[in-house]
């Protein structure tokens, strides 16, 4: 494949302590390297979570407005910065790390100017074919994601409990205001239908780990 003219990720201001690790230690170090210029996107909102905390609200599952409004459209807004604008034509080609375990993400883009493209899609690679081939090159990987991502398993929350018990807090504090501005509300954080501030352990015998954001 040809090199890429831009890398980008999206920062939420909540992703997980390991993958801003990995960003700084690993994939920073290594775009500098290989001469590609990275850029971290962040966007005017704000963080995600004093966003959705000052709102009384919480991201939710099958909404994806969490994706759209912190990952997709600060990317957009930094690769227009690189390709500029041209009204009802491609210029931008977005490759996206979509693997094969999870290939029903796969999607044509809503806009015409930046397409997609799914390389590891392409290639024919799940996910446990890229861990694997990281692991070769001495690169340990974590799943990425927010921190309080409400499409998480119980094992993550259970987590970010025991060895975060700061960001736990946080998500507590958001999960809280969230209840107390919609009283009305049942589903919090937790996909299981439970509140936060209940046992994780039975939640935490759950497995799902597909990913359900789009970037
Ligand atoms: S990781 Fe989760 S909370 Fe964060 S933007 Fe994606 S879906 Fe929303």
């Known amino acids: 494949m040809p090199k890429p003219d831009l890398v980008a990720m999206s920062d939420t201001m909540a992703e997980k302590p390991a993958t801003m690790k990995l960003l700084n230690e690993v994939l ?10 990275f850029e971290l996107c962040t966007s005017h909102l704000g963080g995600l979570v004093e966003y959705y905390q000052s709102h009384g609200a919480i991201p939710i ?8 409004k912190f990952k997709i459209r600060p990317i957009r807004r930094k690769v227009r910065e690189y390709v500029g604008n041209a009204r009802g034509k491609h210029i931008a080609t977005c490759w996206l790390g979509i693997t094969t375990d ?10 015409i100017w930046f397409q997609n493209r799914y390389p590891l899609l392409e290639l024919g690679l ?12 001495g690169i340990v990987v974590e799943k990425s994601g927010c921190y309080m991502c409400p499409y998480q398993s119980g094992d993550e929350w259970l987590k970010i409990k025991e060895e975060f018990p700061d960001l736990w807090n ?8 969230y209840f107390k501005t919609h009283p009305g509300r049942w589903k919090g954080l937790r996909y299981d239908g439970k509140r936060l501030r209940e046992p994780l352990t039975d939640f ?12």
């Open 28 to 37: 920073i170090p290594l775009m500098k390297e290989m001469d590609i210029p």
């Open 61 to 68: 599952i099958g909404t994806r407005h969490c994706t759209a």
């Open 102 to 111: 999870e290939d029903h993400r796969e999607s044509e883009s809503d806009v």
């Open 126 to 137: 799940s996910r446990q074919d890229c861990i694997d081939s990281l692991a070769r090159r």
């Open 170 to 177: 946080n998500a507590i504090a958001l999960e809280d205001e």
């Open 204 to 215: 935490a015998k759950s497995k799902c780990s597909s990913g359900g954001c789009f970037i």
